[in-house]
């Protein structure tokens, strides 16, 4: 191939890719669920937070003693995402914060559902 046509070759793959990227495959928006189970009880839910492609769900516990029995918990965001590469759940301790990834568990057209157990 001669050395005119590199160049030419070269920025015609570029926009194919970038084509192809802005066009192609397109997740569509779901709600996110999350169903967690917490080791101890008195976890209130605070709501949930988005950090890039992440969604957080933040949950407190605060006080001096808590009950040792397994405390299921759900909630579900207001809005529609996609491309959702994360969900975490972070539990605050009395100011003691530990992350939990959630994994998938079960998916339909208009919602993911991630499932947690807090160790």
């Given at each position: ?13 570029i ?55 397994a ?49």
């Open positions: 191939m001669s050395s005119k046509y590199i160049l030419p070759v070269i920025a015609l793959l926009l194919a890719s970038a084509v192809y990227f802005s066009f192609g495959p397109d997740t569509p928006e779901k709600y996110v669920f999350l169903g967690v189970t917490f080791n101890q009880g008195g976890v209130e839910y605070q709501g949930y937070t988005i950090e890039g492609r992440n969604i957080i769900f933040e949950y407190t516990r605060e006080g001096d003693a808590f009950s040792q029995a405390t299921p918990r759900v909630a579900q965001t207001g809005e529609k995402y996609k491309n959702v590469e994360n969900v975490y759940v972070k539990v605050d301790t009395n100011g003691d914060v530990e992350y939990y990834k959630a994994e998938i568990f079960d998916e339909t057209e208009e919602m993911v559902k991630y499932y947690v157990k807090e160790e």
